[in-house]
């Protein structure tokens, strides 16, 4: 069992940084892949990013390419969402998630189904 723990939200204005952060704790040995999700009030829960285990591999929908950036540590117990330029409409819950991966994994897993583990998720609210 892993637990995942986010933090860092908050009410910032448009053309602000937040950094967010999911502290992952428990079976921490084994290899995992890890992403963050998102969900505004009536919509559906969306990818934002992912990164392989390594690190090496980092992928981003396309509404935030540019802008946010995903990052490990090198224990790989903490995921870092570094995120620039914040708008409106990147006011929403964000929800880290982590699921088991080979080693060599490419960490592009864009499915809320494809992951086992959650976090309780973070406010970011974007003011305009």
């Known amino acids: 069992q892993v637990q995942l723990v986010e933090s860092g939200g908050g009410l910032v204005q448009a053309g602000d940084s937040l950094r967010l952060s999911c502290a992952a704790s428990?079976?921490?040995?084994?290899?995992?892949?890890m992403a963050w999700f998102r969900q505004a009030p009536g919509k559906e829960r969306e990818f934002v990013s992912s990164?392989?285990?390594?690190?090496?591999?980092?992928y981003y929908a396309d509404s935030v390419k540019g802008r946010f950036t995903i990052s490990r540590d090198d224990a790989k117990i903490t995921v870092y969402l570094q995120m620039n330029s914040l708008k409106p409409e990147d006011t929403a819950v964000y929800y880290c998630?982590?699921?088991?991966?080979?080693?060599?994994?490419?960490?592009?897993?864009?499915?809320?189904?494809?992951?086992?583990?959650w976090g309780q998720g973070t406010q970011v609210t974007v003011s305009s």
């Open positions: 998630a982590a699921r088991k991966t080979p080693y060599s994994g490419s960490g592009y897993y864009p499915g809320t189904n494809e992951y086992n583990y």
């Open positions: 428990g079976r921490t040995s084994s290899s995992y892949a």
């Open positions: 990164i392989s285990w390594s690190g090496r591999n980092t």
